[in-house]
């Protein structure tokens, strides 16, 4: 059954495998950007989220800023409150330092008090994006979540009888989410599939390069047994007990091939 099991699988991500297989160059970290919220005293604060980019470059130069896909729009920060977040998007980012997160901001922001809508301005000098620091390391392979933790209570300006204005204080919480696992089969040329497994269940696939390496990424933490579908004229022996932590790599001694004769 496992045997069938891993036959239908390997036909089944085949052409992306061979398309997608791994070269000399590092393997991409995934990086997810989670919004939420401290409480404040309002009944709504709605902010318009345009664009997050992400500055791959040490120090401040202009250049460097990748945008991330995300859900553009309004949110009511109150909504994520009390251990409540979302996620705004991702974005797969080369291995390395990332230095710092742009908000860009829409028009539509509003606050709801005493059964009262008002218009939120921001201030002229951040309506280009706001900037936060982060100064986080990406390792190849791991999944990272940053949360991007609104202070309201503080991000909220009101002077006198003017507008309400919006000067948004917000902390980063980094996070590593998952683990990866790597190796290099002992002949090349096998250029197996490689199932991460999971109490039967395969959690995460890859295949091994031309050079016999393989990097399983986004690996929850946990135990597992790699398993493998090489090329006609080969055999690999299941590996038991690899032990994933969240945050690392986990390195598995050379794999060994056996030649069908």
């Keep these: 059954m496992k045997t069938q099991m891993r036959i239908v699988l390997a036909v089944g991500v085949m052409v992306a495998g061979l398309m997608a297989s791994c070269s000399d160059t590092e393997q991409p970290a995934k990086l997810e950007i989670?919004?939420?919220?401290?409480?404040?005293?309002?009944?709504?604060?709605?902010?318009?989220?345009?664009?997050v980019q992400?500055?791959?470059s040490e120090g401040n130069q202009t250049e460097g800023w990748q945008s991330l896909e995300i859900?553009?729009?309004?949110?009511?920060?109150?909504k994520l409150t009390n251990g409540l977040d979302t996620l705004l998007g991702s974005i797969e980012l080369p291995p390395?330092?990332?230095?710092?997160?742009?908000?860009?901001?829409?028009?539509?922001?509003?606050?709801q008090t005493d059964n009262q809508e008002f218009d939120l301005f921001v201030p002229s000098g951040q309506q280009s994006g706001l900037k936060v620091n982060v100064q986080t390391t990406l390792t190849e392979?791991?999944?990272?979540?940053?949360?991007?933790?609104f202070d309201v209570a503080r991000s909220i300006v009101?002077?006198?009888?003017?507008?309400?204005?919006l000067k948004?204080?917000?902390?980063?919480?980094?996070?590593?989410?998952?683990?990866?696992?790597?190796?290099?089969?002992?002949?090349?040329?096998?250029?197996?599939?490689?199932?991460?497994?999971?109490?039967?269940?395969?959690v995460a696939t890859t295949f091994a390069n031309d050079q016999g390496k393989f990097l399983i990424k986004g690996v929850p933490a946990g135990t597992y047994t790699l398993s493998f579908a090489p090329a006609t004229g080969f055999t690999i022996e299941d590996i038991h007990e690899v032990r994933v932590i969240t945050g690392q790599v986990t390195s598995v001694s050379q794999v060994p091939v056996q030649i069908v004769e």
Excluded: C, M, W
Aim: aromatic content about 6%; proline content about 4%; overall charge negative.
């Design 34 to 51: 989670r919004l939420t919220d401290a409480p404040g005293d309002y009944q709504a604060v709605n902010v318009d989220i345009q664009d």
């Design 54 to 56: 992400i500055h791959v």
């Design 71 to 78: 859900n553009k729009g309004v949110y009511n920060l109150l």
């Design 96 to 111: 390395g330092r990332i230095s710092q997160i742009r908000l860009v901001l829409g028009s539509n922001n509003t606050l």
């Design 141 to 149: 392979g791991i999944t990272y979540s940053i949360l991007l933790d």
């Design 158 to 165: 009101k002077r006198g009888n003017s507008p309400f204005l």
């Design 168 to 202: 948004p204080v917000i902390r980063t919480i980094t996070q590593a989410t998952s683990g990866a696992i790597a190796g290099t089969v002992e002949i090349a040329e096998a250029k197996p599939a490689v199932y991460a497994i999971h109490e039967s269940d395969t």
